[in-house]
Structures are given as structure tokens and as C-alpha cells.
Nanobody, 117 residues
Framework: VEVVESGGGLVQAGGSLRLSCAAS????????MGWFRQAPGKQRELVAS???????NYLESVKGRFTISRDNGKNTVYLQMDRLKSEDTAVYYC????????????WGQGTQVTVSS
């Protein structure tokens, strides 16, 4: 399975970005999906998840600012990020979720998000 994340960049605090995750085969439509991030010197953490049925969950620090969505027809997952803060700076990855809430497949390259204050 190949996963390709895109949409990252440099943005000022308070700005917005929309990340996309395109996957091969039926990777998105067959799985619960999540967006993760890893900041320098920190462990990778789950930021947002979405189930088959569209139920979403968010890391407390991004609630009300980030929105995860999926388009099974396009085998793509999105992360809309609004009111960005400097602490959101990280490399963002998407993956299917295993039963432990971590990544199911090999990790992609990720997409860098840098928020300047």
C-alpha cells in the first residue's frame, strides 16, 4: 500500500491549511483512518481519526480547529486545519488505524507543516 500525504507548508499563526492523503487500492475505504503528527524530539501522536461510519475523534488540543473527512470514492482522507498555532508545527502522516490506535501500514513520507508565530 502506498500512502502519499500533501498540502503542508509554511503558514502564519491563525492561518489555515488543508492536508490530503491519497492511498492506493482500497486502503481508505476499507479502514478506519487517522492523521498523526510528529514534532522534533517528540513521539508521533494521533491527531484525528474517522471511522467507516464517519465518527470522528480529535486530540484535545486541536478540537474545534481541525476537521477530518474522507472520500471513499477517491480513496482520500483530508485534514482541514484552521486557526493554526506554532505548537501545531510537525510532520503530518496519515495511516489506517490498527486495534491499538496506531498505524496499520508502513508510514509514508509525511508532509511538513510549519506555523510561524
Amino acid at each position: 500500500v502506498e500512502v502519499v500525504e500533501s498540502g503542508g507548508g509554511l503558514v502564519q499563526a491563525g492561518g489555515s491549511l488543508r492536508l490530503s492523503c491519497a492511498a492506493s487500492e482500497m486502503f481508505v475505504s476499507d479502514n478506519n483512518m487517522g492523521w498523526f503528527r510528529q514534532a522534533p524530539g517528540k513521539q508521533r501522536e494521533l491527531v484525528a481519526s474517522i471511522t467507516f461510519g464517519g465518527t470522528t475523534n480529535y486530540l484535545e488540543s486541536v478540537k474545534g480547529r481541525f476537521t477530518i473527512s474522507r472520500d471513499n470514492g477517491k480513496n482520500t482522507v483530508y485534514l482541514q486545519m484552521d486557526r493554526l498555532k506554532s505548537e501545531d508545527t510537525a510532520v503530518y502522516y496519515c495511516n489506517a488505524l490498527n486495534i491499538y490506535g496506531s498505524g496499520l501500514a508502513d508510514w509514508g513520507q509525511g508532509t511538513q507543516v510549519t506555523v510561524s508565530s
